[in-house]
């Protein structure tokens, strides 16, 4: 059974940082590229970024900071100077696909972890 487990979301202030974790089961992770993504209430899901197997970043979001270690089956989002209009529920998705559409058609989903900053 494939899993991607979010963790690290919680409340924080305005202008501090958290790291978000998606950890892997179920796949070798190592042949697959993540794609992390937030949805706020009220909006469509929005993609924050993605890293590949060789752990290539594209698209991520300025303040942010995507990584992975393949050894641990887990992919990072680190997020700095955080603002209000962060909050969201944040998930990380898996795809073996590199060249697709950067945003889309990816086959397996966390659950999300939730993420509020205060102002």
């Known amino acids: 059974q494939v899993q991607l487990v979010e963790s690290g979301g919680g409340l924080v202030q305005a202008g501090g940082s958290l790291r978000l974790s998606c950890a892997a089961s179920?796949?070798?992770?190592?042949?697959?590229?993540v794609g992390w993504f937030r949805q706020a209430p009220g909006k469509e899901r929005e993609f924050v970024g993605r890293?590949?197997?060789?752990s290539y970043v594209d698209f991520v979001k300025e303040r942010f900071t995507i990584s992975r270690d393949n050894a641990k089956n887990t992919a990072y989002l680190q997020m700095n100077t955080l603002k209000p209009e962060d909050t969201a529920v944040y998930y990380c998705?898996?795809?073996?696909?590199?060249?697709?559409?950067?945003?889309?058609?990816?086959?397996?989903w966390g659950q999300g972890t939730q993420v509020t900053v205060s102002s």
């Open positions: 890293i590949s197997r060789s």
């Open positions: 179920g796949i070798a992770f190592s042949m697959f590229n």
């Open positions: 998705a898996a795809r073996r696909s590199w060249s697709t559409t950067p945003g889309s058609s990816y086959t397996y």
